[in-house]
C-alpha cells in the first residue's frame, strides 16, 4: 500500500470519526478472548477472535481491542453470511458487530463479567 494511500484511508477515517491508533496489536487480549466462550452462540472456548469489518479502510485490520470472540462456525458464518446472518442487512451486522465490540471492551477493563447478561 502506497504512503498516499495509507494517508487517504486515514484522512477519510478522521473525517468519519474513526480513531486510528499507530499499534492495532494486543496479543495478550486476542489470548483472553479466545479463552471465553462464543458471543454469539455460548459455545465453550476456545473461540476465535472476531475483528469488526466497520470502520476501516481497505487492506486495515481493526484493533484488537475492538475484537470479540465467536466460536468458529459462528465466525465463519458470519464472514459468509450464513446461518443466523443470512438475512441480516449491512445496518443489523454493524450495529451486532458495535453491540459486542463495546461489550468485551468493558470487560477488559473489569466493567463486568464474562457471565453476565448486560446486552
Known amino acids: ?5 495509507k494517508l487517504f484511508d486515514k ?3 478522521k473525517e468519519r470519526g ?13 489470548k483472553w478472548l479466545r479463552s ?5 452462540c455460548r459455545a465453550y472456548a476456545p473461540s476465535e477472535a472476531h475483528h469488526p ?27 459468509a453470511a450464513k446461518g443466523t446472518f443470512s438475512k441480516w442487512p449491512k445496518e443489523q451486522r454493524r ?10 471492551r468493558m470487560m477488559a477493563g473489569g466493567a463486568f463479567d464474562a457471565k453476565d447478561e448486560l446486552f
Open 53 to 79: 469489518t466497520y470502520g476501516r479502510g481497505m487492506s486495515m485490520k481493526s484493533r484488537d481491542r475492538d475484537a470479540f470472540p465467536l466460536c468458529k462456525k459462528c465466525h465463519h458464518d458470519f464472514h
Open 18 to 30: 474513526i480513531v486510528i491508533e499507530p499499534d492495532t496489536s494486543d496479543e495478550k487480549h486476542l
Open 36 to 40: 471465553l466462550p462464543c458471543a454469539e
Open 95 to 104: 450495529a451486532w458487530q458495535e453491540r459486542f465490540s463495546a461489550k468485551y
Open 11 to 13: 484522512l477519510m477515517a
Open 1 to 5: 500500500m502506497s504512503k498516499l494511500s
